[in-house]
């Protein structure tokens, strides 16, 4: 039997380049070896926001991303949190296998407390890492594509996983992080990280003129101000999207920027281009789905409706375990 990977995602709307070369490129990698699960996270959107009017609309262009991209919805099925109620059974149920003193010293929650300037986090904002061992486990995932800040909160569902099994019996296994190969991609203001939130992000579905545009002001190195001048690529952003996107030129880049003979005008151009090329693909496909809704609808009832099965199988063994029913 294949092997269990379960990828999860809070549902942020149309996602950016970044999102596609540390998270999707490898989830379509992970496609055919082993069984995938993909999940909206729309509870945990709670967690940082009650704004709920956008939610719809972000779940259906996320997954517009991820289908345009290469998900196949038949071989994983792509669902919705909030629409599978064994999600909150579950995490109730974890939520008494775990001490508030551990969570609170999860260091994801501890850096999103400061970044966000939150003076009281909330029970379930504490919680969050305990509803995503549930999104996990539900599915027994053996494996969990992430970046680094989420190993913590993969160590606490294999925690979790180990707690309920001594406690009532086998049921669970321990996931493991899958990590992501390629670094990810710094935002074009230079910040290590790329988000839609710092306004510093290209998104897949950007059209030609809106990528030319916005690598046009990207940040490069600060000490090469005049066309000649020598660069530094290793520090610089436009660089790193050159390695990734335009690998064939990357060595003459990089002599020519040291030399000076390469100015960031035209290096950006070049860039721009290949970017548009590598997601022109991608761009139809997202334009083809995006004119039909309904496509989308029903791709995510019926991974619904796959997932509540498995999630159901799961529920039945816990309750049993328990000798709940
Ligand atoms: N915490 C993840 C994030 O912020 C989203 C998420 C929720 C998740 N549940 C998950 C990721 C389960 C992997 C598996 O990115």
């Given at each position: 039997m294949k092997k269990i990977v379960l990828s999860g995602m809070r549902p942020t709307g149309k996602l950016h380049i970044g999102h596609y070369v540390g998270a999707l490129e490898n989830w379509i990698q992970l496609q055919d070896e082993f069984q995938n699960y993909h999940l909206i996270a729309d509870y945990h959107v709670l967690t940082t926001s009650l704004d709920t009017s956008r939610i719809y609309q972000d779940t259906i262009d996320m997954i517009i991303d991820w289908i345009a991209s290469g998900i196949d919805p038949q071989k994983s099925p792509i669902f919705r949190q909030s629409q599978i109620k064994q999600h909150a059974e579950l995490h109730l149920i974890f939520s008494m296998l775990i001490t508030s003193a551990r969570l609170e010293r999860n260091p994801t929650v501890k850096d999103q407390v400061r970044d966000l300037n939150i003076e009281n986090i909330t029970y379930g904002h504490l919680g969050y890492p305990v509803l995503q061992a549930a999104d996990i486990l539900l599915y027994k995932g053996n494996y969990v594509p992430v970046g680094e800040d989420q190993v913590p909160h993969i160590e606490i569902a294999r925690e979790i996983a180990r707690r309920f099994n001594m406690t009532w019996g086998e049921v669970f296994p321990e996931p493991e992080p899958k990590l992501t190969n390629f670094a990810r991609l710094p935002g074009?203001?230079?910040?290590?990280k790329m988000s839609k939130s710092l306004n510093n992000a290209l998104l897949i579905s950007d059209n030609d003129e809106e990528i030319k545009n916005k690598l046009r002001k990207a940040v490069t190195d600060?000490?090469?101000?005049?066309?000649n001048d020598p660069g530094r690529p290793e520090v610089c952003l436009v660089f790193t999207y050159h390695k990734k996107f335009?690998?064939?030129?990357i060595e003459t880049i990089e002599k020519d920027c040291r030399s000076g003979v390469l100015g960031c005008v035209s290096c950006k151009l070049n860039c721009s281009e290949k970017i548009s090329d590598f997601f022109k693909p991608i761009r139809e496909k997202r334009f083809s789905l995006e004119t039909n809704p309904n496509l989308i609808k029903e791709i995510l009832l019926d991974g619904e409706k796959r997932a509540r099965t498995k999630a159901e199988e799961t529920m039945s063994e816990v309750r049993e375990k328990m000798k709940f029913g």
């Open positions: 074009l203001d230079g910040n290590a600060p000490q090469k101000i005049r066309k335009n690998p064939r030129e």
